[in-house]
């Protein structure tokens, strides 16, 4: 009886040693000679002799029985036989021969290792999502198996994650550890199981969410604005569940017309328009959530700048009506007595003739009504 060593089973050597030492005997071959079968899966084997002989499998020097769930032997033809192999359960590496005899008493045997293993897989039930409070310690345990045991490693934004002591590590069951977990922390994870050896790999996303208190601050100190022009600030938010939002100025929440006073679709962004000395204060953006809550204050300066251009205008107004007044007085009196400022403009500034010989008209009228007086003088006079 030919006996290999078990470990390798280099068929092909056992070939030869059969052809060039056993010519004679029959020449076996177990096919495929690839002995690995996945948990769950079965697989066939076919035992091959050159020559017609009496073909058996064996294990652990028994012969195989059928078994359910485990061997089913056929017989094919005279120089071959076949086993189908289920793999059902977790069991030892063993090695399986096939036996040969032929009717002239010559004998062979061929073997290989079967192997029961397994790709990465998940355990069923492993949670896709995990809720952590700020500050706890976070375990994300990466729950796979695997024949031979993969090799886990975790992943975030696609890069594997580095250790960080205190804050990040892994442990060997490929659990992983975040210390004082903080909102910076939650995000999409990703565990993955590889076997090296066959180059198997599977992936499980694990969305990490963090509980946390919601803190708030404004980008922009103490403004100075003037009266008449607009204004927005916002306020940045932080904080899961997403806190809801209050505006207050002073005490009071801040009345949201949309108009005066209006938000950004999401909350974060007041607008005040046609700011006026009134608007001016302390205004606060408050954070509240199931975890807390936080606010900030500014304090809104609103400078009166158009103020002093409202009263020049005023100012301008009054004096324009003032000198249209003036100018209408001083018309009628040119128009009806021939004096004031227009007559003055017109006889010693635009030297004009017209009203001189207007004037000497008037003085002929004027001597003519003396002329008159005189003869009435000198009719009396007569
Ligand atoms: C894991 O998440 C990524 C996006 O972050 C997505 O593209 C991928 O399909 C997810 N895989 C599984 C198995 O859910
Ligand atoms: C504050 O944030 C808003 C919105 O992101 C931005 O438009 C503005 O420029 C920021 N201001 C400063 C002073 O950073
Ligand atoms: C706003 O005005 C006040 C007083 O006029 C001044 O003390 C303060 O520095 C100004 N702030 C800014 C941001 O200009
Ligand atoms: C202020 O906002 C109002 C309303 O949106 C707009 O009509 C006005 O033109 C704005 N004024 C300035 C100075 O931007
Ligand atoms: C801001 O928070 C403090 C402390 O929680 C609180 O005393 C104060 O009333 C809050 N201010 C406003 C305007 O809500």
């Known amino acids: 009886m030919l006996k290999m060593s078990p470990q390798g089973c280099p068929i092909?050597?056992?070939?030869?040693?059969?052809?060039?030492?056993?010519?004679s005997k029959p020449g076996l071959e177990i096919i495929p000679s690839n002995g690995e079968i996945y948990l769950g899966e079965g697989k066939d084997f076919l035992c091959k002799s050159t020559v017609e002989a009496?073909?058996?499998?064996?294990?652990?020097?028994?012969?195989?029985?059928?078994?359910?769930?485990?061997?089913?032997?056929?017989?094919?033809?005279e120089s071959v036989r076949s086993l189908y192999v289920t793999a059902s359960k977790i069991e030892p590496d063993r090695v399986i021969q096939c036996h040969a005899e032929t009717e002239s008493g010559e004998v062979a045997t061929a073997e290989i290792k079967l192997r029961i293993i397994q790709k990465p897989t998940f355990v069923k039930d492993v949670k896709t999502r995990k809720e952590f409070d700020?500050?706890?310690?976070?375990?994300?345990p990466c729950d796979v198996q695997g024949i031979p045991k993969p090799q886990v490693t975790w992943y975030r934004y696609g890069m594997a994650i580095t250790p960080l002591p205190g804050h990040l590590s892994a442990s060997a069951d490929g659990t992983l550890t975040i210390e004082k977990i903080q909102l910076s922390d939650a995000g999409m994870y990703y565990c993955m199981a590889y076997i090296r050896e066959r180059n198997e790999m599977a992936y499980k996303n694990v969305s990490v969410i963090v509980n946390a208190a919601p803190i708030v601050h404004f980008n922009t100190t103490n403004p100075n604005i003037t009266s008449k022009s607009n204004t927005s600030f916002t306020c940045f938010v932080t904080g899961h569940p997403e806190p809801r939002i209050m505006w207050k100025?002073?005490?009071?929440?801040?009345?949201?017309?949309?108009?005066?006073?209006?938000?950004?679709?999401?909350?974060?962004e007041l607008t005040i328009t046609e700011l006026e000395k009134s608007d001016e204060g302390e205004y606060t953006c408050h954070a509240i959530n199931n975890y807390g809550e936080h606010?900030?204050?500014?304090?809104?300066?609103?400078?009166?700048?158009?103020?002093?251009?409202?009263?020049?205008?005023?100012?301008?107004?009054?004096?324009?009506?003032?000198l249209v007044t003036l100018l209408a007085v001083d018309l009628t009196c040119y128009r009806t007595r021939r004096r004031g400022f227009l007559m003055y403009l017109n006889t010693n500034v635009l030297g004009r003739t017209t009203p001189r010989v207007k004037l000497e008209e008037t003085d002929i009228k004027k001597e003519t009504s003396d002329k008159s007086h005189v003869v009435n003088i000198s009719g009396i006079d007569a």
């Open 249 to 268: 100025k002073g005490d009071e929440e801040v009345p949201l017309d949309g108009q005066k006073y209006a938000l950004s679709s999401d909350g974060l």
């Open 54 to 77: 009496t073909l058996k499998w064996m294990t652990d020097d028994e012969d195989i029985e059928d078994e359910e769930g485990r061997y089913k032997q056929k017989h094919i033809d």
């Open 12 to 23: 092909l050597l056992l070939l030869l040693l059969t052809k060039s030492v056993f010519c």
């Open 134 to 140: 700020a500050d706890s310690t976070a375990k994300l």
């Open 295 to 322: 606010n900030t204050t500014l304090f809104l300066q609103v400078m009166e700048v158009s103020q002093g251009v409202g009263a020049g205008v005023i100012t301008g107004i009054f004096l324009l009506i003032f």
